[in-house]
């Protein structure tokens, strides 16, 4: 039996890859994409997962727009952060053909509470943008939690930061989002930070091997992944030279592979006042506090596993 799975992206370069991956995964049925804000404008972010899904020959799937700014406004000005950086890893030029295809009428967050309310399966959600729509639906109907066996995040750092020193980008866009969504009582909340995602980055030589696959899909996805590895050459060098994470894909690699991450339970506040640590996410790895967790949290993950898995995905979808 297939597992039904909602992925809300920002598309975006890594959310292309796991907007692929999810929808070739034979044991996943992607019933459909809803964009927020946050790599871009939700108009854009839009577009590119249209794109995509057009190219890849799934435009079947359907696309519904969700919100354009944060649920709360950010209570002030920021400095010394570094989030315009993004154009360098996610380029407004996005590398798909342009498309026909059209989003759906009816609007994410309206989607979303109507189709977990009425559904008689339990669904997946996987968000891996800013958690904007998924806070907004919860605010309509918080009961639709009932609906998701298991909510897979990408999001949040312990021992890392991408925008400012200690805080993720998807949390540190809508961190009372991210709170409202952390204290909604999922059955299962899986957290999958930078901590995880930058164990599995892929190389030069992923992506050539990619590339040898002959097909439009594949060369995108080189192509994505390529100038990921030069954003993160000028932005945030890795360990391993000319390598890159490709973060939102780890999400889905995690669904069709469980051991392709490692998780361990523990509490994880959101940090949503303080100008230093605004967006952090406070992950307890030694119990300090005493609370219950409310969250798995990889701290780890198998790149090689992860770049096996992708590479036969994208191989056997095309
Ligand atoms: O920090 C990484 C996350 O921010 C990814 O989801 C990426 O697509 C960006 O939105
Ligand atoms: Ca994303």
């Known amino acids: 039996?297939?597992?039904k799975v909602i992925l809300d992206v920002d598309t975006g370069t890594d959310d292309a890859i796991a907007i692929m991956l999810a929808a070739y995964a034979p044991a996943l049925d992607l019933m459909a994409c809803t964009t927020a804000w946050g790599n871009h404008?939700?108009?854009?972010?839009?577009?590119n997962t249209l794109r995509i899904l057009d190219l890849i020959g799934r435009g079947n799937i359907p696309v519904y727009k969700g919100l354009g700014k944060p649920f709360a406004p950010i209570p002030f000005l920021f400095e010394g952060h570094v989030d315009s950086e993004r154009?360098?890893?996610?380029?407004h030029d996005f590398p798909a053909p342009p498309t026909q295809l059209k989003a759906a009428d009816q609007p994410a967050v309206?989607?979303?509470?109507?189709?977990?309310r009425a559904t008689t399966e339990q669904v997946t959600l996987v968000p891996v943008a800013p958690l904007t729509n998924i806070a907004a639906a919860l605010t309509l109907d918080p009961k639709i939690t009932e609906a998701v066996d298991e909510i897979v995040i990408m999001g949040g750092a312990h021992a890392l930061g991408n925008v400012t020193a200690s805080a993720e980008a998807n949390i540190w866009h809508d961190p009372v989002a991210?709170?409202?969504?952390?204290?909604?009582?999922f059955e299962r909340l899986v957290l999958v930070p930078l901590d995880?995602?930058?164990?599995?980055?892929?190389?030069?030589?992923?992506?050539?091997?990619?590339?040898?696959?002959?097909?439009?899909?594949?060369?995108?996805?080189?192509?994505?992944?390529?100038?990921?590895?030069?954003g993160y050459n000028e932005t945030q060098p890795q360990v391993q030279p000319d390598s890159a994470p490709v973060h939102d894909a780890l999400c889905i690699a995690y669904l069709m592979d469980p051991a392709v991450i490692?998780?361990?339970?523990?509490?994880?506040?959101?940090?949503?006042?303080?100008?230093?640590g605004f967006g952090k996410t406070i992950v307890d790895v030694a119990a300090?506090?005493?609370?219950?967790?409310?969250?798995?949290?990889?701290?780890?993950?198998?790149?090689?596993?992860?770049?096996?898995?992708?590479?036969?995905?994208?191989?056997?979808?095309?």
């Open 41 to 47: 404008d939700v108009g854009t972010t839009t577009t």
């Open 262 to 276: 490692d998780i361990a339970p523990y509490h994880v506040a959101i940090e949503t006042v303080s100008p230093v």
């Open 110 to 116: 309206e989607w979303l509470v109507e189709t977990l």
């Open 1 to 3: 039996m297939t597992r």
């Open 87 to 91: 154009e360098i890893i996610h380029p």
């Open 196 to 230: 995880a995602t930058h164990k599995a980055n892929m190389s030069l030589e992923h992506t050539s091997a990619l590339r040898s696959l002959i097909s439009p899909a594949a060369r995108v996805a080189a192509d994505i992944v390529e100038q990921r590895i030069h």
């Open 178 to 185: 991210a709170d409202v969504v952390f204290q909604a009582g």
């Open 288 to 318: 300090r506090t005493r609370k219950k967790p409310n969250a798995f949290v990889a701290l780890d993950a198998d790149a090689e596993r992860f770049n096996k898995l992708l590479y036969e995905a994208i191989s056997e979808g095309r």
